[in-house]
Each structure stands twice: as C-alpha cells, then as structure tokens.
C-alpha cells in the first residue's frame, strides 16, 4: 500500500526555521519525484518545491526560493522539507505527494511539475507562523 506521511508541523514565530519530513512506504521512493505543496484556508493550493529522483535537482516557486530547501534520502525513505525565515504568509498545511502525466510517473521535476497529477499524498501537516 502506497502511503506518504508528513511530520513536523508546528506553530513557529516569524523569523524560525523548520523541517517537513516526508515518509514513503510501499514503493520505491528512488524512481519518484516529489513535490511539495501547501494550502492556507481560502486560497488555492501551491506547488512549493519538487525534488527529482536520481540527481536530486529540486525547483522551487518564487515564493520560498532562497528560503525552503528540499533533498531526500532515499535509504531511509525520507523526503524533507527545510523552512528558514518563516512568514505568517508560509502558514499553511503542507503535503507531499508523487506526481504524474498522463499515465508516465514523473521522475524529474521541470518548470511546470505543479500541473502534473497528484497521485499518492499524505495527510498534511499544519505549519502556523504567528508572534
């Protein structure tokens, strides 16, 4: 059974850090890209990074570049999510999810990864930034 379980939410003051931890079981993490998206109450959900597999090469939204950093560890079946210089506009719930188009698994992320399908997702984490 394909499961992707987040982990390490938590409400943070402007200015903090923290780590998203992305756990995958019943596939191969290897071969699957991995995005990250988020979603605040009333607005529409937000492809914040992707993380390719094989090499690793991650692209971010403009929102968070030069804050967020994504990497993974393919041994422990871990994609993470490293958040630096919160914001209150960062407050939301983040989710990871495998990605595909069409029928073909997206295994490199490229400049539009955030229209691709959502295939497998978990069940989010609620990330809160506020003094």
């Known amino acids: 059974q394909v499961q992707l379980v987040e982990s390490g939410g938590g409400l943070v003051q402007p200015g903090e850090s923290l780590r998203l931890s992305c756990s995958a079981s019943?596939?191969?993490?290897?071969?699957?890209?991995i995005g990250w998206f988020r979603q605040a109450p009333g607005k529409d959900r937000e492809g914040v990074g992707c993380?390719?597999?094989?090499?690793?090469?991650?692209l971010y939204a403009d929102s968070v570049r030069d804050r967020f950093t994504i990497s993974r560890d393919n041994a422990k079946k871990t994609v993470y999510l490293d958040m630096t210089n919160l914001q209150p506009e960062d407050t939301a719930i983040y989710y990871c999810?495998?990605?595909?188009?069409?029928?073909?698994?997206?295994?490199?992320?490229?400049?539009?990864?955030?229209?691709?399908?959502?295939?497998?997702r978990g069940q989010g984490t609620q990330v809160t930034v506020s003094s």
């Open positions: 993380i390719s597999s094989g090499t690793g090469n991650a």
């Open positions: 019943g596939f191969t993490l290897d071969y699957y890209a």
């Open positions: 999810a495998t990605l595909s188009q069409g029928m073909q698994v997206t295994t490199t992320c490229h400049r539009l990864w955030h229209q691709n399908t959502i295939g497998s």
